[in-house]
C-alpha cells in the first residue's frame, strides 16, 4: 500500500489517535441460515458436520437454533440459545425441549456445557423426524489460511440415516 | 502530526488490512419499560434510539406480566440482526396454561417463516412479539395486537446491541 494510502485511511476516523491496538476489532456481524439436506449416519459413523463461514478473526460466536420438534404445549419448537468459542471444550447451550414421556410432562429445559464434560449440546431434536440427531459440538475452525467456520458436528442416534433439519443465527460478537 | 509519523502509527496497528466498517461504534445496552402503552389493531414499532447508527446485531431478554409456576415471569430470549423477518428467539419460560401440569416454552424463527417471536398474549392480551432488528440508529421491537380493539402493551426487559 502506498504511503499516501496509509494516511488517507485515519483521515475518515476522528480521533484514531487515541485507538489503541485491541480496538481494531471486526465488526460484529448477523448470519441467518439453515440446513434441511445434511444426511447424518447414525453411531459408529462420525458425526454430521455443517461449517458455517464466518470471519477470519472471529473470536466468539453466539447462536440461536430452532428444529421441527413440537414441543408439548402450544405447538412452540424445541430450540437453542449457545455461545461458541475457537475452543472445543467451551461451547455451552440452553436448550428447550419436549420430554417425550408424556403429555403431561410437558416441556423442559437444560443446560449442557462442554466444560463440564457434556457429550452433547442439545436434546435430540434436529432431524427432519423432529427427534434422533443433537447437537454435539460447536466451535470456530480455520479451514483454510484465510477461512474460518463456525463448525456444528450433529450425532445421529438413530439406527438409519437421517436428515438434518434446523435453523440458526449466528452472531459474530468480535 | 507529520506525515511520516501518521503512516508509522497506522503501520503499527495493522490498519492495512482493515477498512472504515471495522471501526465500528461502541456497544450500547438500554431498559425496556412499557407499562400499559395502548396500541391498536396491528403491528406496533416499540423503537429504542441507540446513540450510534450502524449497529450489526442485537439482543432484548424481555420480560411479561404473566406469572409462571415457579413464581417468576414469563419472557424470553431473542436475537436479531440488521433487517427485518430475520430474528429468532426462545422462550425460556412461558405461562401456565390452565389444565396443564406444565409450563410453555419454544423457540421461533422468522428466518422459518414463523408469524410470532412469543405467544399472543405474553405482552398484554391478543399481544405477541413478532420481529426484533435494528434500523438506522433504532432498536426496532415489533408487536402485533391481534385484537381488533386497542389494547395495553406490558413488556420490560433489558436489551444490548453492538
Partial sequence: ??????????????????????DHHIRP?????????????????????????????????????????TTAEGGGKGGLNGIATRSSIEATTLSTSTTLIGWATGTYAAVYSKPAGALNLSH??????????????????????????LRLQFTNYAAANRTLNCWIEAQVFG | MRLEEKAKFVTAHGLVVTTPADHHPPAESWKVICNGLSIPPGTYDYRVALVYAGHQ????????????????????????GNAALTSMAV??????????VTSYMGAYSR?????????????????????LFIDGSDV????????????????????VSK
Fill in chain 1, 1 to 22: 500500500m502506498r504511503l499516501q494510502d496509509f494516511v488517507e485511511h485515519p483521515s475518515l476516523h476522528a480521533a484514531l489517535t487515541g485507538i489503541g491496538v485491541d
Fill in chain 1, 29 to 69: 456481524s448477523n448470519i441467518e441460515t439453515n440446513n434441511t439436506s445434511l444426511v447424518v449416519p447414525p453411531l459408529p459413523a462420525g458425526p454430521g458436520v455443517w461449517d458455517i463461514a464466518v470471519p477470519l478473526d472471529a473470536l466468539v460466536v453466539v447462536f440461536s437454533m430452532r428444529s421441527i420438534l
Fill in chain 1, 124 to 149: 435430540k431434536m434436529f432431524s427432519s423426524l423432529g427427534d434422533d440427531i443433537s447437537l454435539t459440538d460447536a466451535y470456530l475452525t480455520l479451514l483454510t489460511p484465510f477461512s474460518r467456520v
Fill in chain 2, 57 to 80: 446485531v442485537v439482543k432484548v431478554i424481555l420480560r411479561a406480566t404473566l406469572m409462571v409456576d415457579t413464581q417468576g415471569h414469563s419472557g424470553l430470549y431473542a436475537v436479531g
Fill in chain 2, 91 to 100: 422462550i425460556s419460560k412461558g405461562v401456565e396454561i390452565t389444565g396443564y
Fill in chain 2, 111 to 131: 428466518l422459518h417463516g414463523d408469524a410470532w417471536l412469543s405467544q399472543i398474549g405474553m405482552f398484554g392480551s391478543f399481544i405477541a412479539l413478532t420481529d
Fill in chain 2, 140 to 159: 426496532v421491537l415489533r408487536f402485533s395486537n391481534v385484537a381488533g380493539t386497542n389494547q395495553d402493551l406490558i413488556v420490560y426487559g433489558s436489551g
